[in-house]
């Protein structure tokens, strides 16, 4: 028996969950749909987010949420530099060397993390934020109403500049055209750099908020890729709101499986309905007929 | 004072190791229209976008006013006040026909007369105008070229490059075109055009060059070249 005040309960912690997904995913489909490359190391990134948030955490005794103020800014310095060493020379290369040197760099990330930290999930064991609010007969996550409000700003706060803003204009145009953005005085390279480095800054972002109640083990990043490249896939050519559309679905269809089917199977759920979704619109939900 | 607007040297360049100019030279000074006519393949888009820095240069010099701009990258050579309508227009389709033109003022220099540039590319092609708020991939190949010419003037250009302007418009677009190119003359624009319509752009030009296999093989006054025997037997379209 199905009681349906779990149901909804299910369904506000899917679209919680939702939002920090289509924050995740926001960067990838930003990177992807610019200079036309998968990033397979994204969800290694919010792994090495998470840890960074968790000895942050450990050393100032703050709760890991707040830490983003210092990854966010480093992550973004980090993702230039892993732009100009390892994505700059890849552009425009055969899609399988991009594949390789992007799955391998994940690799790397990921060995990183096993080397300093071995496979035992680590967590931050006083979480300000990690306490029940009831609302009726509901009780939500207060990391996660924070963690859902941060990324709602953030996604609204992105769109904003990619439609209202000068450099907003550069990156549009240049997704558009790329062979022509340069003939209008954009510097398509520096246009790269910066939404690679806001790309990975997102990830960091994304990390630290998740860690508030999660916790993190050297393959985390696995399951942030695969649910970020599933919302790209569904929602990308969307923009913003189509990464979060995507993201609320993928979310409440994440939750529901799990509670209703079992926890291990939630991934399937999702990758199931994303196979049912191409049935029906092969070029994804925002694709123009 | 130097009257050279633009001066390619000893043009050496192509696409990686495919090299397409060989020993180019060619000079397009102030407030002329120049037009550059020749076969298919023969490098005329090359030359052209070697002059805006786009292609893998071997040897030789690109001059812009005097200044040697060989080795500026592509985006400052815009600021500095070069412009192109590619070939194939390469306007921003998913965007609106507002947003194009204020990319086409993306340079600190063409920003600040914004408002200006507006009203002159809209009194020049009123129908970007109507269609202001319209995204730019639903128009028609006359507009979406009209764009194209208007986007390039955003940048404010001392030169402007053409590459041909008026492939697949109706005849009646095309002269409008060249209506334009004239009317840019006046406003002071030099001129560099790449086009297939030979006796148009030839009528419309001061000088021409002729381009064959990666090779400049005859210049002179564009009056002088609409004569030309050797141009007319190569050229059935004059």
Same mark, same amino acid.
């Given at each position: 028996?199905?009681?349906?005040?779990?149901?909804?309960?299910?369904?506000?912690?899917?679209?919680?969950?939702?939002?920090?997904?289509?924050?995740?995913?926001?960067?990838?489909?930003?990177?992807?749909?610019?200079?036309?490359?998968?990033?397979?190391?994204?969800?290694?990134?919010?792994?090495?987010?998470?840890?960074?948030?968790?000895?942050?955490?450990?050393?100032?005794?703050?709760?890991?949420?707040?830490?983003?103020?210092?990854?966010?800014?480093?992550?973004?310095?980090?993702?230039?530099?892993?732009?100009?060493?390892?994505?700059?020379?890849?552009?425009?290369?055969?899609?399988?060397?991009?594949?390789?040197?992007?799955?391998?760099?994940?690799?790397?990330?990921?060995?990183?993390?096993?080397?300093?930290?071995?496979?035992?999930?680590?967590?931050?064991?006083?979480?300000?934020?990690?306490?029940?609010?009831?609302?009726?007969?509901?009780?939500?996550?207060?990391?996660?109403?924070?963690?859902?409000?941060?990324?709602?700003?953030?996604?609204?706060?992105?769109?904003?500049?990619?439609?209202?803003?000068?450099?907003?204009?550069?990156?549009?145009?240049?997704?558009?055209?790329?062979?022509?953005?340069?003939?209008?005085?954009?510097?398509?390279?520096?246009?790269?750099?910066?939404?690679?480095?806001?790309?990975?800054?997102?990830?960091?972002?994304?990390?630290?908020?998740?860690?508030?109640?999660?916790?993190?083990?050297?393959?985390?990043?696995?399951?942030?890729?695969?649910?970020?490249?599933?919302?790209?896939?569904?929602?990308?050519?969307?923009?913003?709101?189509?990464?979060?559309?995507?993201?609320?679905?993928?979310?409440?269809?994440?939750?529901?499986?799990?509670?209703?089917?079992?926890?291990?199977?939630?991934?399937?759920?999702?990758?199931?309905?994303?196979?049912?979704?191409?049935?029906?619109?092969?070029?994804?939900?925002?694709?123009?007929? | &004072?130097? @009257?050279?607007?633009?001066?390619?040297?000893?043009?050496?360049?192509?696409?990686?190791? +495919?090299?397409?100019?060989?020993? %180019?030279?060619?000079?397009?000074?102030?407030?002329?229209?120049?037009?550059?006519?020749?076969?298919?393949?023969?490098?005329?888009?090359?030359?052209?976008?070697?002059?805006?820095?786009?292609?893998?240069?071997?040897?030789?010099?690109? +001059? +812009?006013?005097?200044?040697?701009?060989?080795?500026?990258?592509?985006?400052?050579?815009?600021?500095?006040?070069?412009? &192109?309508?590619?070939?194939?227009?390469?306007?921003?389709?998913?965007?609106?026909? *507002?947003?194009?033109?204020?990319?086409?003022? *993306?340079?600190?220099?063409?920003?600040?007369?914004?408002?200006?540039?507006?009203?002159?590319?809209?009194?020049?092609?009123?129908?970007?105008?109507?269609?202001?708020?319209?995204?730019?991939?639903?128009?028609?190949?006359?507009?979406?070229? &009209?764009?194209?010419?208007?986007?390039?003037?955003?940048?404010?250009?001392?030169?402007?490059?053409?590459?041909?302007?008026?492939?697949?418009?109706?005849?009646?677009?095309?002269?409008?075109? +060249?209506?334009?190119?004239?009317?840019?003359?006046?406003?002071?624009?030099?001129?560099?055009?790449?086009?297939?319509?030979?006796?148009?752009?030839?009528?419309?030009?001061?000088? @021409?060059? %002729?381009?064959?296999?990666?090779?400049? %093989?005859?210049?002179?006054?564009?009056?002088?070249?609409?004569?030309?025997?050797?141009?007319?037997?190569?050229?059935? %379209?004059?």
């Amino acid at each position: 028996m199905i009681e349906p005040i779990v149901v909804v309960s299910n369904i506000i912690d899917g679209l919680l969950m939702g939002l920090l997904y289509s924050l995740v995913a926001l960067g990838l489909s930003l990177i992807f749909g610019l200079m036309d490359i998968i990033n397979f190391a994204h969800g290694d990134f919010v792994m090495i987010g998470a840890y960074l948030a968790w000895i942050l955490a450990m050393n100032f005794m703050v709760d890991p949420s707040v830490t983003a103020l210092i990854t966010v800014p480093l992550f973004f310095v980090i993702g230039l530099a892993v732009y100009k060493a390892v994505i700059e020379p890849i552009l425009g290369a055969e899609p399988l060397i991009q594949i390789a040197v992007t799955v391998g760099l994940g690799f790397v990330l990921q060995n990183i993390a096993l080397a300093i930290f071995h496979a035992e999930p680590r967590s931050y064991p006083a979480p300000a934020l990690n306490f029940g609010i009831n609302v009726g007969p509901i009780t939500l996550t207060a990391a996660k109403l924070v963690a859902a409000a941060v990324s709602l700003a953030s996604l609204l706060l992105i769109h904003y500049m990619l439609t209202r803003t000068k450099f907003g204009l550069a990156i549009r145009a240049t997704s558009a055209n790329r062979m022509v953005a340069p003939l209008m005085g954009i510097n398509v390279g520096k246009v790269y750099a910066v939404v690679f480095g806001l790309g990975i800054a997102l990830t960091a972002l994304g990390a630290a908020l998740y860690m508030s109640w999660g916790q993190v083990n050297p393959y985390l990043g696995a399951s942030f890729s695969l649910l970020s490249w599933v919302i790209v896939a569904m929602g990308g050519l969307g923009g913003v709101v189509g990464v979060l559309a995507s993201g609320l679905i993928v979310g409440v269809l994440e939750a529901l499986g799990s509670t209703f089917i079992t926890p291990s199977a939630r991934m399937a759920v999702v990758y199931l309905a994303f196979f049912l979704l191409l049935w029906f619109r092969p070029r994804g939900l925002f694709a123009r007929r | &004072m130097c @009257a050279s607007m633009l001066e390619l040297k000893g043009i050496h360049a192509g696409y990686g190791e +495919f090299r397409v100019l060989h020993d %180019v030279n060619m000079h397009v000074d102030k407030g002329e229209i120049v037009a550059l006519i020749g076969p298919n393949g023969a490098g005329k888009t090359t030359t052209l976008r070697t002059a805006l820095g786009m292609t893998t240069l071997y040897e030789g010099k690109v +001059f +812009f006013k005097g200044e040697d701009i060989t080795k500026v990258p592509t985006h400052k050579r815009v600021e500095k006040g070069i412009a &192109m309508v590619p070939e194939g227009r390469g306007i921003f389709t998913p965007l609106t026909v *507002y947003e194009n033109l204020l990319a086409g003022a *993306y340079t600190k220099r063409a920003e600040e007369k914004l408002q200006d540039s507006l009203e002159f590319v809209f009194t020049l092609f009123p129908r970007l105008k109507e269609r202001k708020n319209q995204i730019a991939g639903t128009l028609s190949g006359g507009e979406a070229q &009209m764009l194209a010419i208007a986007r390039a003037l955003m940048s404010r250009p001392e030169l402007l490059l053409l590459d041909e302007p008026s492939l697949g418009l109706a005849p009646k677009i095309v002269l409008e075109v +060249f209506d334009v190119i004239k009317r840019l003359r006046e406003e002071g624009v030099t001129i560099l055009i790449v086009e297939q319509h030979v006796k148009n752009s030839l009528e419309t030009a001061d000088r @021409a060059y %002729v381009m064959e296999t990666g090779r400049i %093989v005859l210049e002179g006054e564009a009056r002088s070249l609409l004569k030309d025997e050797r141009l007319k037997k190569a050229y059935l %379209v004059i």
